[in-house]
């Protein structure tokens, strides 16, 4: 299983960016995604998750309202929109497949992981 995280960079406070996440080598329609993000020093912390079909979100209270994810299953991709960016949200951002259909929220939940994609929101 690959997957390859794109569409980091850097953005000013206020802003947006757009992360995609493509997958291989997995039924990619049936597993749950998710997107972790981790800042030097610290522990990997969850972002957003979705299950297989879309239909169930989760996310971290602190970007509830200005991020969106969202899976493309034609395309074996899912997305983080992220809008109204702060500092805050400055890390390595890491697409993960579920171990199941469902949306985790947990580490641990998650088998495979991409390379990691930055993101600098600068004030």
């Known amino acids: 299983v690959q997957l390859q995280a794109s569409g980091g960079g850097l953005v000013q406070a206020g802003g947006s960016l757009r992360l995609s996440c493509a997958a291989s080598?997995?039924?990619?329609?049936?597993?749950?995604m998710g997107w972790f993000r981790q800042v030097p020093g610290k522990e990997r912390e969850f972002v957003a998750a979705?299950?297989?079909?879309?239909?169930?979100?989760k996310y971290r209270s602190s970007v509830k309202g200005r991020f969106t994810i969202s899976r493309d299953n034609a395309k074996n991709t899912v997305y983080l929109q992220m809008n109204s960016l702060k500092p805050d949200d400055t890390a390595v951002y890491y697409c993960?497949?579920?171990?199941?259909?469902?949306?985790?929220?947990?580490?641990?939940?998650?088998?495979?992981w991409g390379q990691g994609t930055l993101v600098t929101v600068s004030s």
């Open positions: 993960g497949t579920s171990r199941g259909s469902w949306s985790s929220e947990d580490e641990d939940g998650y088998d495979y």
């Open positions: 979705i299950n297989w079909n879309g239909g169930i979100t």
């Open positions: 080598g997995r039924i990619f329609s049936i597993y749950g």
